[in-house]
Every structure is written in structure tokens, then in C-alpha cells.
């Protein structure tokens, strides 16, 4: 039997820390995207990643191939990230889930729920041969996603993208609901931005900046994002907004990745004894807090993510060859209708 690799041989062979290796493994910042996939892929040749030896990938593909009707699936996995936010109880989360368990109760598939082991291979914990499917819900680390793709067992993936691994995936069309939600901003007299979120930190924040920047290159508007809005730091929001607020620094418009970067922003400002939205206006995404005082947010319908990643994947269980999709799911603009356009 072979024995187990570790991360000390993989340190070994890239020449590098394992401090290093383990944070690149396990999908974590701090690591460049080339040097990740050196490590991933050496990781790789040593046989680091679990492989079954009872099936190869390419007789289950087989397998699946054979499939014509959703009667035959009995059991769907829904693999959750170890992460302490992302799971059945979020305010975004939790809506996803709902969408997926509720399209399979309807199609009378049983679901089987995990979070993803810290160190053990996925299939030490379950028996793949009792999987025909799996949806992964959020931000899966690359070790993971890898394993199961050597599976050979179908796959969806909701809300994530990762460069090292090739899947069917659902989104929001973040993009482009950024860009509506900033020309009605636009169209209000607004002129001056900033953006908040850690664009590293989501497929989704990644996609909604793009949306930003776009909309204010379409309006010939100056981009004069202060950079530590976007980067790690947009994640203790109340160590860099008081600075802006003693120096004046203040946009008109604070355009956040999701409602949450709002309510902390919101309640930093408060904090320094400012009110909102008199001082400056504030957008959200995803409509987590209705009750938030924002300009407006993005509705984004989450359990009809969830009921089109099933969709997807009994697709791809039957058509198993076809080239990989990525759906968008369109979102709607919430507006506050209370609130002023851009002062004269």
C-alpha cells in the first residue's frame, strides 16, 4: 500500500515552506496564483490527492453516461465549506440551500449534507459509489475540489471559481446587475465613488468590482478607488473609515460588495457620530438586510440559485461529455425611494 504523502515531502520538493504549502492546499491568501499551482501541481504528481482504485474516472463517466433519467440518481451531495459563515444558517446561504433541497425533495433525491473535512480525503468519511452528484456550495478549497474531480462523479459548484478546477457553475450575473445598479446612481447625479469589499475574498465581490469599474468607464467618471477599500483590510472596515471621515475623504456614494460590508460600514460611521444617509449614501448587494438604510440594493434571488445548480447537475449527469457551462442568474434592483438624488 502506498503510504500517505505529507506536506513536509511537498515543501520538500517545491523548496519551499510548509506554511506555504498547506495555506496554498488549502485554497488561503497569501500564496500567488503561480506558486499555488506549482505546489497543487507537485502535490499532484507525488500523490498527494486521494485516488479510488476500485474505478477509474473514465468508467464512471461511463456510467453516467448510460444514465437517461433522473430515476435511477438516489442520492445528491451537498458539500458546504469549512468556513464559519457559509452554512445552512447564513442570511445568504441558508436561502441557497433551500432552493437545492427543495428542487431534490421534488424530485424525491435524497440529500446527503457535509462540510469539508480539514485534513482527511473527502472519501474517507463517505462512500462515492452511493453519490451520483454533487452540488458544492460556496468557497471549496482547490484540495478538495480536485479530489473530486478524480472521483468521476458529476459536479456543480454555486458561487465559486476556482483557476485549477473546471466544473458547471451558477451565479448571479453580478456583473452586470453592478452596472445597472451604478447608472441608476449615475443617473441620479452621483459622481463620486468608492467601493467596498475584498475583491479576493469571492468569485462574486471579483465580479461586481468589475461591474463598478465598468459603469464608470462607460460615463467617462474618474476611478479613484482608494485600493485598501478592495483589498484584506475592507474586512475591519472600522480601521480605515474614520481616517476617511477625519480627512474628508468621504464619496458621495459607498457602493459595497454585499450588504454586510453596509451594515459594518454603516455602523463605523455611527460609531463616529455620523448619520447616514446624510452624510453619504450607501448601496448593498445580495438583500440580506431589508431593513438596512441603504440608497438601494441588489436582490438577488438565492433560492432559485439553488433550485438551478439540481437542474444543472441532473444535466450534467446525463450529458457527461459536453463542455462545461457557467449560468448566470439575473438579480433585481431594490430601490429606496425615500431617499435624495446627489446634491446640486
Known sequence: MRKKVTIQEIADAVGMSKYAVSRALAGKSGV???????????AQKLGYFAKREAASPFLLQNRFADQKS?????TILILFPNVRY???ESLYWGPVFNGISSALNQRG???????E?????????????????????????????????????PIVIVDHHDEQFHADSIFTDNTNSMVELMKELIKAGFTN????????????FKDRWLGFRLALEEHNIPNQQNPRLI??????????LPNMARDRQLPEVFVCANDTYAFFAIETLKNEGLSVPEVCQFTGFDYTYPDLALYATVDVHKEVIGMRAVDQLLWRIANPKLPYERRLIGASIVRRS???SAKA
Open 117 to 153: 473535512p480539514s485534513g482527511d480525503s473527502i472519501f474517507t468519511l463517505l462512500n462515492p459509489d452511493g453519490i451520483q452528484g454533487i452540488i458544492a456550495v460556496g468557497s471549496i478549497s482547490t484540495p478538495i475540489l480536485l479530489e473530486l474531480q478524480q472521483s468521476g462523479i
Open 231 to 240: 483589498g484584506p483590510e475592507a474586512d475591519t472596515i472600522y480601521t480605515v
Open 86 to 88: 457559509q452554512n445552512t
Open 193 to 204: 465613488f468608492q467601493f467596498i469589499g475584498n475583491i479576493r475574498e469571492a468569485a462574486s
Open 338 to 340: 425615500a431617499h435624495p
Open 32 to 42: 500567488s496564483a503561480e506558486t499555488r499551482q506549482l505546489i497543487v501541481d507537485t
Open 109 to 115: 433525491i435524497n440529500i446527503l449534507t457535509l462540510t
Open 70 to 74: 433522473i430515476e435511477t440518481i438516489e
